[in-house]
Structure formats: C-alpha cells, structure tokens
C-alpha cells in the first residue's frame, strides 16, 4: 500500500507536519501539526494549522487520526485545533507519562496536572495498529530524542518525527531529559531494517550546508548508505561518541519552555484563571 503524503513545512520552526491519505478511500491522519506561536508577544496563531484545514477541507477528507511522533520541544501542537474543526483521535506514545512526570516536576504543576496520558485519547504501545481507512499502520517506539518518541509505519510510508532527518543532516539530539545516545543508535536500527524502499518523511529539516532547498522525503536505503551520522556502517561506539559531543555544543530549542508545557498537554493550554487568562511559567535554571 503507497499512502498519499502531502507535506506542509513551517519554516519558523522548520517543522514538517503531513496529511497521510488512504489512495482508495477519503480517509486521512495529520502528523505532527503545528500552532504558531510568537514568544516576544506571547501570542498564538492558526495560520499553519488552517492550511492544513483548507486542504483537508477542500478535498472532501475525514480525519480519522492526529498523530504526534513525541512531545515536541520546539514547536506547540495544534492537535484539538484540528480535532474541533475536522474531527480525529489524538494518539502518542505510551511513554508519555514519562515525559509528563518529569516536566511536571520541572514546571511546578502540582497535583492538578495529570500525569498518567489521559490528555490524549490514544496511547500507543510498541506494536500496536491502527487503521486509516483500508490502511493498517504499525507503532514502532523508537526513543532516544525522547523516551515517547514513535515511528508510525503506513504502507510504504515510515513517519520518524525527530529521530532521523535527511542524510545530509544527521540525526536527531539526545541530550533532553530521558533522552539516550545509545537508545537512538538501537532506535535507528529498527527503522533502517525497514525494506530499503521505505520512504522516510522527517519531521523537520534545515537545509544543512550546501543544499539550496528544503526537503523532507528519503528511503531507508538512502539513509543506511549516505547519512553522515549513522550511514555507512557507522559502529554504535562512533555513534555515541560523535552524538553526545555534538549535544554539548547544542543550544536549548527556542520555543522549548512553551512547547512542553503545551504539548505534554495534547496541544491544549494550560488552565485559565479566574479571569480566563492563561499563563505559561518560565522555570529559572531548571533546563
């Protein structure tokens, strides 16, 4: 089975979320959305997730599921944005009450803020399957960015969020809480056994040095041979070597204080006030 892929790039956040349509019905789930979100004023924006809505909308599509690869730390999900406009299931990893309980601690919610996933209305377990229409999709748990981090597995079609990105690029960081450069390396293999023909659809690109275009789609077979940090028949050993020096050298995603808040929710806001106002907290020397 070949699903349909639409691809919808967000280059604030050089996040690719896709709409995966059954070829043989007018069945589909979106990947990985994005709410737009600008932290000098605090404000948030439909903008991207109405694209997605548009195209959804104007080719008559039903959305059966919303789709997140793993708690983002560099963009907010518009996950129920979308589920109040076109309908859809929220689903993520199991893992998630992981991710939950420790930034829950990092951000002070106290007891109010439940830990236990149930934010979301689908937690996946490694193996489980879901239908889009006639398309049976499989859950691989591939951690290492994150402990929640999925694979989701349609037809020829692998949907890797953060783990992997485009050859030329690399892999993805593992210096988060829970995150493991040797968890990424035995992560990665299991979408690398995937047929060689697999299409690969990363979940963000930034145009690494010497490419002129955005680009988001690859094969297996493209990334055990070419990609500069596991191709090649690269060793566990050079893997975790090379992955956890360069994390040291990283810098902390712009957007990753708001977007754990928001995403560990299932895209929702925190709590209003008594007022209706909502605040996000900014912990001071906590990450």
């Known amino acids: 089975m070949k699903p349909e892929v639409t691809a919808f790039f967000d280059e604030a956040t050089f996040t ?12 589909c ?3 990985d959305s994005v709410l737009d979100f600008d932290y000098s004023s605090g ?6 997730a109405d694209e997605v809505i548009k195209f959804v909308k104007d080719n008559n599509l039903e959305v059966e599921w919303l789709l997140e690869s793993h708690v983002h730390a560099d963009h907010l999900s518009a996950a129920p944005y979308l589920q ?8 993520i990893g199991d893992r998630i009450t992981v991710v939950q309980d420790t930034f829950g601690k990092v951000f002070n919610e106290g007891t109010e803020f439940q830990r236990d996933g149930s934010q979301f209305d689908k937690l996946f377990e490694e193996g489980d399957e879901f239908q889009i229409g006639g398309m049976t999709g499989q859950v ?6 994150t402990p929640a981090c999925l694979t989701y597995v349609v ?8 783990t992997l990105f485009m050859p030329d690029f690399g892999t993805a960081r593992c210096d988060f809480p829970g995150g493991s450069s040797e968890t990424l390396f ?10 060689d023909d697999t299409r690969i659809f990363v979940g963000h690109d930034y145009k690494a ?34 992955r956890n020096e360069r994390d040291a050298t990283l810098a902390k995603p712009k957007l990753i204080i708001p977007s754990l808040q928001v995403n560990m929710r299932a895209g929702n806001l925190p709590e209003a006030d008594a007022d209706g106002n909502v605040y996000l907290k900014v912990p001071v020397n906590k990450l």
């Open 186 to 195: 035995a992560s990665i293999q299991k979408i690398l056994a995937l047929p």
């Open 84 to 91: 109040k406009q076109v309908g859809g299931k929220i689903g």
């Open 155 to 162: 037809g020829d079609a692998a949907f890797v969020g953060d």
């Open 140 to 145: 691989l748990h591939t951690p290492g960015h």
């Open 29 to 31: 789930a979106i990947i």
């Open 43 to 48: 404000n948030t924006d439909t903008k991207s």
């Open 209 to 242: 040095p010497g490419r002129d275009e955005f680009a988001w789609e690859t094969t297996v077979a493209e990334q055990k041979a070419l990609n500069i940090h596991i191709g090649a028949g690269k060793t566990q050993d050079d893997f975790v070597k090379m």
């Open 16 to 27: 690719v979320s896709f709409v995966v349509k059954d070829p043989n019905s007018a069945k």
